[in-house]
Structure formats: C-alpha cells, structure tokens
Nanobody
C-alpha cells in the first residue's frame, strides 16, 4: 500500500500552466505504474497520463499530447504533471494513482483505466477559464 497526496491545482486562464505533484509514501513508486486521472461531474474518471520508471514508459491521452509532461522524480518519490497550454476541457478533479507490478502485455491501454489502480490520492482541482 502506498499513500498518495496531490497538490498544485488551482484556477488558471486559458493558455496558462500548472504543475501538479503527487507525493508518495510507504513504498517506492519506481516499482509502480503511476497515473494521473481527471474526473468531472457526471463523467467517468479518465486517464490523462501515466508513467512507469522500471519500464521507461510514459503514455498520454490524445487530448493532452504535446501539452502535458508526466515524470517521476525517484529522489523525491513523487509523480509530477506539467500542464501547459491549458484548455477549458482540462478542467476537473485530478487524481494520482498507483498500480503495483504492471503487466507489460497490457500496456498502455489497461493503465489508462482507473480499474487498474488500487491506491489513490484525495484529488486536486484544476479549473481553466
């Protein structure tokens, strides 16, 4: 079990930037597939980006490719998301999640789905207007 705490959300203008951070404790997240998910009212939680240090892998939803960068800082045991050129459709509660021992043959599709992740943070709100 890994504990996750997100921070960095806020309200920004269209075209602005935010950096989200997820501080992990209780385990080393280089062993996990880590994901960022976004959820808005009356919609399913959707994968935004994920990263897996041990596999040297990152993946992004088509809607954020070229604008967001996901990374894991192994020294700090954190997952980060640089969000640039923000759009109103990026608005939502953003959650950090961790999945232990990802299965290579199911990458990346499985790990863009919330069902693959057992550990979650409390969320941080991003509002773009």
């Amino acid at each position: 079990h890994v504990q996750l705490v997100e921070s960095g959300g806020g309200s920004v203008q269209v075209g602005g930037s935010l950096r989200l951070s997820c501080v992990a404790s209780g385990d080393t997240i280089s062993r996990y597939c880590m994901g960022w998910f976004r959820q808005v009212p009356d919609k399913e939680r959707e994968g935004v980006a994920n990263a897996y240090t041990s596999g040297g892998l990152t993946h992004y939803a088509d809607s954020v490719k070229g604008r967001f960068t996901v990374s894991i800082d192994n020294a700090k045991n954190t997952l980060d998301l640089e969000m640039n050129s923000l759009k109103p459709e990026d608005t939502g509660m953003h959650y950090c999640a961790a999945a232990r021992s990802p299965v290579a043959g199911r990458w990346p599709e499985t790990y863009m789905r919330p069902e693959a992740f057992a550990d979650w943070g409390q969320g941080t709100q991003v509002t773009v207007s």
